[in-house]
């Protein structure tokens, strides 16, 4: 969108990107739901595999090679480092609970992740092309678009986790509505909707007011609708409901972050700011998906293996607190979004 597009539509051409992982989104949820019905589950990555390949068609079909070039080589020293300490830390959050939090296995994984990110940085610090530069990291505006998408997708995995694990539980339990693989997916429908509209939505909005306000915004709506979920768990309607409230979260947060981060660096690295930006949040997401099933797992209904019902409001209870806090992250960050210079006005190198 930056290579392309001229700087004054650069944000909500990034909305409307971001709205199309609406429809992505959508479509993921359901569709494989129909696909375990119906075939089997090895199915979904079968043909996972064909839209990969796809993609890739299209790509070198159709995507134009980027004007914005930089000079460089591959950081044959950053990478492995980089890749280790990502793989260590997500590993060992993912398995934690299986493998217990204070196995060998768990704190060797976290320390070997500290240990080779702290000698990424310090290698990166030392090379005159580094694979991610290490100041950039430390600008304010990267700095907390960094921090908030940490702090969403703690949030906002942990209701993707627990949505469907509550619909799908038998009314038996006390609580939940017995729905299918497929059904469970039609509670998220709501979301995917929302998001089409609210991402090129929050560009609009940053473009005339700067993209600390849609931020902001989606964090407080985001909270909002974790709390409808704590209260009102019991229908049908406010599961609907409030899906489609973290829809409006999840496009004014996507569209926001992107924009405030390529706004913020130079044309030539908004790859790997974008990138940095996206590790954040599967980060934030591994670990808050974890820790909502640690919530929701400690306790079962009596004669069952179903979780009870408090575990899931507790969890709920915390997502909303972690939007919370991320909005008042945002409101602490820049107070407005000057975009950088168009990138058809920097030279091909």
Not at 261 to 273: F, H, K, N, S, Y
Request: charged share 10%.
């Amino acid at each position: 969108m930056r290579d392309e597009f001229p700087r004054e539509r650069v944000p909500v051409a990034i909305g409307w990107i971001s709205s199309t992982f609406g429809i992505g989104f959508g479509v993921g949820l359901v569709f494989p739901g129909v696909i375990v019905d119906v075939l089997s589950w090895e199915w979904i990555f079968w043909l996972m595999f064909a839209v990969i390949v796809a993609g890739i068609v299209a790509v070198a079909a159709f995507v134009r090679e980027s004007p914005v070039r930089s000079p460089g080589r591959v950081d044959w020293a950053g990478a492995p480092l980089l890749t280790g300490g990502l793989v260590a830390l997500l590993l060992a959050i993912s398995e934690g609970r299986v493998w217990g939090w204070g196995s060998a296995a768990i704190i060797g994984l976290f320390a070997a992740a500290v240990v080779l990110l702290v000698v990424f940085a310090l290698v990166e610090k030392r090379l005159a092309q580094p694979l991610i530069d290490i100041e950039l990291l430390g600008r304010p505006a990267v700095l907390t678009s960094n921090v908030i998408a940490l702090i969403i997708g703690f949030g906002m995995y942990g209701a993707f986790t627990l949505v469907p694990l509550l619909v799908e539980t038998p009314p038996q339990a006390g609580y939940g509505f017995g729905a299918s693989v497929t059904e469970a997916g039609l509670f998220i429908i709501p979301m995917a909707v929302t998001m089409l509209f609210a991402s090129p939505l929050a560009g609009r909005i940053g473009t005339k007011a700067g993209f600390k306000l849609p931020l902001v915004l989606a964090c407080v709506i985001g909270a909002a609708g974790f709390v409808l979920f704590a209260v009102a768990h019991g229908e049908p309607w406010p599961i609907y409901l409030g899906n489609g409230i973290l829809g409006i979260d999840v496009g004014f947060a996507f569209a926001s972050l992107a924009n405030l981060v390529v706004g913020a660096v130079d044309p030539r690295q908004t790859g790997e700011a974008t990138g940095i930006n996206a590790i954040m949040r599967t980060i934030g997401g591994t670990f808050g998906a974890q820790i909502a099933s640690t919530m929701v797992t400690t306790e079962v209904v009596e004669g069952t293996r179903f979780p009870v019902e408090s575990g899931y409001t507790t969890a709920f209870v915390l997502s909303a607190i972690a939007m919370g806090v991320a909005a008042l992250v945002a409101l602490a960050g820049p107070r407005r979004l000057v975009p950088a210079p168009a990138p058809h006005a920097v030279a091909a190198r």
